[in-house]
Antibody, heavy 116, light 108 residues
Framework: EVQLLESGGGLVQPGGSLRLSCAASGFIFSNFAMSWVRQAPGEGLEWVSSITGSGDSTSYADSVKGRFTVSRANSRNTLYLQMNNLRVEDTAIYYC?????????WGQGTTVTVSS | SYVLTQPPSVSVAPGKTARITCGGNDIGRKSVHWYQQIPGQAPVLVISYDTDRPSGIPERFSGSTSGSTATLTISRVEAGDEADYYCQVWDRPSGHPVFGGGTKLTVL
């Protein structure tokens, strides 16, 4: 069964850092680009970042550029999102998704709350 | 950057047909994907590449594009179809995905 499982969310103060992980199973992880998508409370879906299957190319939304870093460990079938200098407006559920232009598999999400 | 416009809400009676639109400049030249998000759950892909239905998605779900509008059509609507629906495209100039604002489908 194809599955994605996020972890690493939590409560952090403004200016703090968190690292999210997304464990993949059921498919050849290194063959596929992956994306992070977030959803603020009561809001819609917002693309955050993407990384190619090999990890040699990344892209970021302007709202997180310079603060977030996406990476992957294909040997461990794991995707990461390092989030630094967090802001209140980064509060959201963060989803990882297998990205083939269409995001055909999603994790259940991990919640990040940025608050003092 | 590229903008996709969806109506905030659509209401439909059970058994009827719901149509959810997604507008964007030259959207007919892009591949449009649709997601269903039931409250409290992760999004699920229901239509890819304008018209393709992933395995496990009922035939009641279909997609189309015409001019500057893409449409998700849900036939014989059921109570379980009540959810938020999002359209998405890959914006080549910016090199990243773009989501519409979402449409809340209410089954009366």
């Amino acid at each position: 069964e194809v599955q994605l499982l996020e972890s690493g969310g939590g409560l952090v103060q403004p200016g703090g850092s968190l690292r999210l992980s997304c464990a993949a199973s059921g498919f050849i992880f290194s063959n596929f680009a992956m994306s992070w998508v977030r959803q603020a409370p009561g809001e819609g879906l917002e693309w955050v970042s993407s990384i190619t299957g090999s990890g040699d190319s990344t892209s970021y939304a302007d709202s997180v550029k310079g603060r977030f870093t996406v990476s992957r460990a294909n040997s461990r079938n794991t995707l990461y999102l390092q989030m630094n200098n967090l802001r209140v407006e980064d509060t959201a559920i963060y989803y990882c998704a297998k990205d083939t232009s269409a995001m055909d598999v999603w994790g259940q999400g991990t919640t990040v709350t940025v608050s003092s | 950057s590229y903008v996709l416009t969806q109506p905030p809400s659509v209401s439909v009676a059970p058994g009827k047909t719901a149509r959810i639109t997604c507008g964007g400049n030259d959207i007919g030249r892009k591949s449009v994907h649709w997601y269903q998000q039931i409250p409290g759950q992760a999004p699920v892909l229901v239509i890819s590449y304008d018209t393709d239905r992933p395995s496990g998605i009922p035939e009641r779900f279909s997609g189309s594009t015409s001019g500057s509008t893409a449409t998700l059509t849900i036939s014989r609507v059921e109570a379980g179809d009540e959810a938020d629906y999002y359209c998405q495209v890959w914006d080549r100039p910016s090199g990243h995905p773009v989501f519409g604002g979402g449409t809340k489908l209410t089954v009366l």
